[in-house]
């Protein structure tokens, strides 16, 4: 059974770092074609995709944010860590990450808020 | 980026008719490995959300044969023969042809009415 779960603060500050960690069990990251991408998604609005890792410890970024995002794994605690820099308050929103393998992003976990106020 | 376009925004659908979403990308999502990697979700109320068809047309494991999926190139389709009750939420089409950049639909609203 593939889950997965987001767990951080559900509170930071303008300016702050955000830092999320990706729980998952069922799988492992170390499977060839094995990946995990972190999705958001703000109050009310459309999803928004952030990151990847793959397998093979290959990383891709939003072209928009990749300035600010760094993607990392442990494979041997079955962890994905997800960090980004100079949080504002547009950053507020649903964190996910999720599985992708051979039928796309196919197991989501669900979801952390995240909102940035001072 | 590629942009992906979902009609109509939202829907209200008597249970037990037909309904039909479109997601037109503005590149072909066709790869040259021969897959074409277009994909169909739900978000239903308050939960996450949830694979329904993949590479166009696949139906996802434990999703209902009522759900289908179809096109090619830059035009697709999704459609529910037969509306249910559980159906309802958001659906959003996203592209995973192009790295470093998935891209979602805005999402179409599905309602019972």
């Known amino acids: 059974q593939v889950t997965l779960r987001e767990s951080g603060p559900a509170l930071v500050k303008p300016t702050q770092t955000l830092t999320l960690t990706c729980t998952f069990s069922?799988?492992?990251?170390?499977?060839?074609?094995?990946?995990v991408s972190w999705i958001r998604q703000p109050p009310g609005k459309a999803l928004e995709w952030l990151a990847l890792?793959?397998?093979?410890?290959?990383?891709y970024y939003s072209t928009s944010l990749k300035t600010r995002l760094t993607i990392s794994k442990d494979t041997s605690k079955n962890q994905v860590v997800l960090t980004m820099t100079n949080m504002d308050p547009v950053d507020t929103a649903t964190y996910y990450c999720?599985?992708?393998?051979?039928?796309?992003?196919?197991?989501w976990g669900q979801g952390t808020l995240v909102t940035v106020s001072s | 980026d590629i942009v992906m376009t979902q009609t109509p925004l939202s829907l209200s659908v008597t249970p037990g008719q037909p309904a039909s979403i479109s997601c037109k990308s503005s590149?072909?999502?066709?790869?040259?490995?021969?897959?074409?990697?277009l994909y169909w979700y739900l978000q239903k109320p308050g939960q996450s959300p949830q694979l329904l068809i993949y590479?166009?047309?696949s139906r996802f494991s434990g999703v209902p044969d009522r759900f289908s999926g179809s096109g090619s190139g830059t035009d697709f389709t999704l459609k529910i023969s037969r509306v249910e009750a559980e159906d309802v939420g958001v659906y959003y089409c996203?592209?995973?042809?192009?790295?470093?950049?998935?891209?979602f639909g805005q999402g179409t609203k599905l309602e019972i009415k």
């Open positions: 590149q072909s999502l066709l790869h040259s490995d021969g897959k074409t990697y």
């Open positions: 590479e166009v047309s």
């Open positions: 890792i793959d397998w093979d410890d290959d990383k």
């Open positions: 999720a599985r992708q393998y051979s039928s796309g992003i196919d197991y």
């Open positions: 069922g799988f492992s990251l170390s499977t060839s074609g094995m990946c």
């Open positions: 996203m592209q995973g042809i192009h790295l470093p950049q998935y891209t």
